[in-house]
Structure formats: C-alpha cells, structure tokens
C-alpha cells in the first residue's frame, strides 16, 4: 500500500490527553513525521525521527511508533493544540519522503 | 534560522506553465546535506509532496505529477524553482517550499517551510 490513514477528526478536553495515529504499510519500515497547521499557516514539524521535538516544540508533543501504525501523543493539551496534524513518510517503493497521510483535525474542548 | 519565501504569479491561466521560484536565507543551498521541496494544498484539503531537488541537481518526483512538473537550482541565487506544465483548475492550490532533511534510509522529516503562495488557475 502507498497511503497513511488518518482519523478525519480527533478531540479533547482541555487539559487531557489525545493520541493521533497514522496507518500505513510504508511505516514498518521507515518512521513517521509530524507537521501541525493552524489555520491559514503553513506547516510546522513538530515530531521527526519517531520521538524527536525540533528545538521550540513543547514537551507535551511525543511520538510512538508500533508495527504499521505511527502515533503522535499531545499530554495535557491546550487551547492553542487545536489545528490539523499531519503525518509523513518515505514511501516502500522509491524510498522517496512524499506520503503525507490526510490529515486529523484536532478540536481543544 | 532558515528561512524561505515563495514568489511568483498568482494567477495562471489554463494549459499555460506555473512557474515559482523559492528563495533561501540564512542557510547556504549549495552546502549540500538537504533535499529542497515543494509541496502543494488544495482549499481545504491535505498536503501533496511534488517533489524535491538536492544541490547538485539531482530531482526526484511525485509520480502522479513527474510528466509535468520540473525543479531546478540555481546555487549561486540560493534559489530553487517549480514549472508545472498544461494546468487546470485541479493546480489550484496553496504552494509551499520546503527545506527536507533524510536521516540515514529509514528517516526524514520537512524541517522549515515557507508562508505559502496561493496559485489559482484561471482564465
């Protein structure tokens, strides 16, 4: 398969826990990346390499990887969490960084 | 800081060429070690990878789009550039650059992205 499938649509309390996952079979072999986008921004990575945080990315942000499933974690999530979440990986076929999966939209209750 | 900033035409009109140049400051494109990237949103929709260039020239494609799309680099203007061929309202989209880093074989992630042009398809 050359998709990553994502949850249209994920939300949480202020404050709780949520879990993003991304599914797809590229993923038992080449690990995830995470872009968050507020609206009308452009993209910023926040997790690469499973469970790195680029410099300035909350600790709050963590990511776990398990057979063909990538998942983002946001501990204790605030207001400003709420945007759409992305996930990426090298494709099985060319080894190419192109798959994005759909995308989640995360809504902070 | 890396940064990047997309220019070009907003509006293209059907079967014409999309042309877009991403200009890179604050970090040297000929230094090697990254992959330069455009990726593109349709309204309302998710990211679609098109494709990336490295500093020697070398460019790889999305394969839904590699019969029209060509990047290049000019290293001495730090400056990469898109030429998307024979569009269509379907090109409507938000373009982005983007500087990528691949870890080893197994890794990569899109590290910094420009603001994003709107490029509308239209006559």
């Known amino acids: 398969s050359s998709e990553l499938t994502q949850d249209p649509a994920v939300s949480v309390a202020l404050g709780q826990t949520v879990r993003i996952t991304c599914q797809g079979d590229s993923l038992r072999s080449y690990s995830a990346s995470w872009y968050q986008q507020r609206p009308g921004q452009a993209p910023v990575l926040v997790i690469y390499?499973?469970?790195k945080r680029p410099s300035g990315i909350p600790d709050r942000f963590s990511g776990s990887s398990s057979r063909d499933t990538a998942s983002l974690t946001i501990t204790g999530a605030q207001a400003e969490d709420e945007a759409d979440y992305y996930c990426?990986?090298?494709?099985?076929?060319?080894?190419?960084?192109?798959?994005f999966g759909g995308g989640t939209k995360l809504t902070v209750l | 800081q890396v940064q990047l900033q997309e220019s070009g035409p907003g509006l293209v009109k059907p079967s014409q060429t999309l042309s877009l140049i991403c200009t890179v400051s604050g970090g040297s494109i000929g230094y090697g070690g990254y992959y330069w990237s455009w990726i593109r949103q349709h309204p309302g929709k998710g990211l679609e990878w098109i494709g990336y260039?490295?500093?020697?020239?070398?460019?790889y494609y999305s394969p839904s789009l590699s019969s029209r799309v060509s990047i290049s680099v000019d290293t001495s203007k730090n400056q990469f550039s898109l030429k998307l061929d024979s569009v269509t309202a379907a090109d409507t989209a938000v373009y982005y650059c983007a500087r990528a880093e691949l870890y080893g074989d197994y890794e990569g992630a899109f590290d910094f992205w420009g603001q994003g042009t709107l490029v509308t398809v239209s006559s």
């Open positions: 260039i490295d500093h020697r020239g070398a460019a």
């Open positions: 990426n990986s090298r494709d099985n076929v060319k080894n190419l960084l192109g798959m």
């Open positions: 390499s499973k469970n």
